[in-house]
């Protein structure tokens, strides 16, 4: 629906934010001439969200956003647009100005670099991985060590970026900076890299990193070649570990348990942050593992459910792919207890999606004892390693910060350490 819109509307970008408890989250509205209108939430990765303008004038703007079942409506002044966002039963005061948001990531790498960066191809069976190697600066007298950089699930670039965040940029910058190699590289069938993705799974993955590490070893100038993982990807550290064809581990927020408990656990967490009844977090978490387990719950099974969760659940057995069908069955604990090489694994005491306590719990179980070996724990970091108020995932957008500066520190250290 487009509305007429006078010669002195409110046209362009307005962007504001909205205090929801601990998060501010920004909004940005985009009224073109023509009468219609985009949402953004740049903070929740959610941009050019359908948005219908119900009214535009010299004086006041309404916006209804249906598919989210929030509106906006404000009095337009010189210099602002001040008014209410309601989204269901909820209603936040929020204050719109002239242009877009800006988003502050200090730690993204900026050039000119004190390394050498140089753009290369990986063979990975159908695949051809597009990479980046990042040396230190040249010192013909030290053979470095090397990290192949292997990022977490979902198809992501070589930055492993999320929500304007470069995590992995941030790493090898500070690798290089203290003299540790690095290859990172795009996702298969993601970004410059070739390959199918159609029923990939974690050992699909798994392939691929080991195609990354046996090319770093080709190069024949490292003095060791090691593989640190996010999230799934500590996963798959741990399985090239086990097969012996690294030198050293590192698992940056991995899953150490059964994938079927993990996501069971991110459900109950989130759902009790949330504030729902402890009676519907556990009807809904038993029926979840019901379908995770191929099954379809029971009418009582799912009666008294919210309507939305209710839809949540027919969602889910509907995505049971090849992917998600290996990572509910697959436990790690095998790989993990096959690790003869060095070990540091970490995890936020505040991560939502893969528990610290449960999954640094089975590590130290599973883990041979070794003289290097480190697990630990970060208090106040989420499943990005970064300091947070809530763990959400909602709130990874908002925090200015990619990675603690300590856990960067922490990983050059170690790494050094093992020379």
């Keep these: ?9 409110p046209c362009g970008p307005w962007h ?14 985009d009224i073109s001439i023509d009468g219609t209108c985009t949402f953004d939430s740049p903070d929740q990765g959610a941009t050019g969200l359908p948005a219908e303008l119900r009214l535009c004038t010299s004086d006041s ?7 989210l079942n929030a509106r906006f409506a404000g009095k337009v002044g010189q210099s602002a647009i001040v008014g209410r966002f309601t989204q269901g039963a909820y209603t936040f005061p929020l204050t719109l100005k002239p242009g877009t948001s800006s988003v502050r990531r200090p730690q993204t790498p900026k050039a000119p670099f004190p390394y050498s960066v140089e753009d290369v191809a ?47 940029a941030v790493m090898a910058d500070w690798l290089a900076r203290n003299g540790i190699a690095s290859l990172r590289y795009d996702d298969r069938g993601f970004a410059r890299s070739t390959g199918s993705n159609d029923s990939a799974t974690t050992l699909t993955y798994a392939a691929d990193a080991a195609a ?114 290996h990572f509910v069955s697959y436990s790690p604990s095998g790989d993990i207890s096959a690790v003869r090489c060095p070990v540091f694994a970490f995890n936020g005491s505040l991560d939502v999606q893969v528990d610290a306590a449960a999954n640094l719990g ?19 970091l989420n499943h990005l390693m970064q300091h947070c108020s809530t763990g959400f995932p909602s709130e990874y957008g908002t925090i200015e910060e990619t990675i603690a500066p300590e856990v ?9 350490s093992l020379q």
């Design 212 to 325: 990354a590490v046996g090319y770093a070893r080709s190069i024949g100038e490292f003095a060791s070649v090691g593989v640190l993982g996010h999230s799934e990807g500590g996963t798959i550290a741990f399985m090239l570990g086990a097969r012996g064809c690294v030198d050293f581990v590192i698992s940056m927020a991995g899953p150490a348990i059964c994938g079927r408990d993990i996501l069971l656990a991110q459900n109950r967490a989130i759902m009790i942050a949330s504030g729902m009844p402890d009676s519907v977090v556990a009807k809904y978490c038993d029926a979840l593992g019901v379908v995770l387990d191929g099954g379809c719950p029971s009418a009582a099974d799912t009666e008294s459910l919210p309507v939305r969760l209710s839809d949540n659940l027919v969602r889910v057995a509907g995505s049971m792919n090849p992917w998600i069908k």
């Design 122 to 168: 990986i063979n990975a069976g159908d695949a051809v991985l597009s990479a980046t190697l990042t040396r230190p600066a040249a010192d013909s007298s030290a053979r470095v060590p090397l990290v192949v950089l292997v990022s977490g699930s979902g198809l992501q670039n070589r930055d492993e970026e999320i929500l304007s965040h470069r995590p992995f």
């Design 61 to 67: 703007l309404v916006v209804e956003m249906p598919g």
């Design 1 to 9: 629906m487009t509305v007429a819109m006078a010669n002195d509307a």
């Design 408 to 416: 960067l520190a922490d990983i050059a250290a170690w790494i050094s």
């Design 16 to 29: 504001g934010r909205l205090s929801v408890g601990l998060q501010r989250l920004r909004v940005v509205f």
């Design 362 to 380: 089975a590590i130290r179980r599973h883990l041979p004892a070794g003289e290097h070996n480190v697990v630990r724990c970060y208090e106040g």
